[in-house]
Nanobody
Framework: QVQLVESGGGLVQPGGSLRLSCASS????????IGWFRQAPGKAREGVSC??????????YYADSVKGRFTISRDTAKNMVYLHLNNLKPEDTAEYYC????????????????WGQGTQVTVSS
C-alpha cells in the first residue's frame, strides 16, 4: 500500500522558516514528479511547487506567490522530498499537501497518483 506522509508544519511568526517533508512508503519518489499544494480555508487548492522526476531535467516550478521564498529539493537516499519555506507570510497559512504523479504544475498537466494527508502551516504573530 502506498502512503505519502507530510511533516514539518507548525505555527511560525511572519518572517520565519519551516521545512516540510514528504516521505513515502510503497513507492520510490525519484520515479515521480512531486508536487506541493496548499489549501487555505475557503480557498481553492493552489499548486505551490513541483520538481521533475529524478531521471528528467531536474526542472522545478514555483508559483509566483512563493518564488524566491520556497525551495523544493529531493533526498534520494532517504526517499524524501522537502519544501523549504522561508520568509513566511500570514497569507502562506494553509494545509500543505505533497503528491506523487506525472507532468508539471508549470504546464497545467500535472496528474497526481498519490496524495498525502497534509500538514498545517500557520503564520501568525
Amino acid at each position: 500500500q502506498v502512503q505519502l506522509v507530510e511533516s514539518g508544519g507548525g505555527l511560525v511568526q511572519p518572517g520565519g522558516s519551516l521545512r516540510l517533508s514528504c516521505a513515502s512508503s510503497g513507492i520510490t519518489l525519484d520515479f515521480y514528479a512531486i508536487g506541493w499544494f496548499r489549501q487555505a480555508p475557503g480557498k481553492a487548492r493552489e499548486g505551490v511547487s513541483c520538481i521533475s522526476r529524478s531521471d528528467g531535467d531536474g526542472s522545478t516550478y514555483y508559483a509566483d506567490s512563493v518564488k524566491g521564498r520556497f525551495t523544493i529539493s529531493r533526498d534520494t537516499a532517504k526517499n524524501m522530498v522537502y519544501l523549504h519555506l522561508n520568509n513566511l507570510k500570514p497569507e502562506d497559512t494553509a494545509e500543505y499537501y505533497c503528491a506523487a504523479g506525472t507532468g508539471s504544475i508549470a504546464y497545467n498537466d500535472y496528474t497526481p497518483y498519490y496524495w498525502g494527508q497534509g500538514t498545517q502551516v500557520t503564520v501568525s504573530s
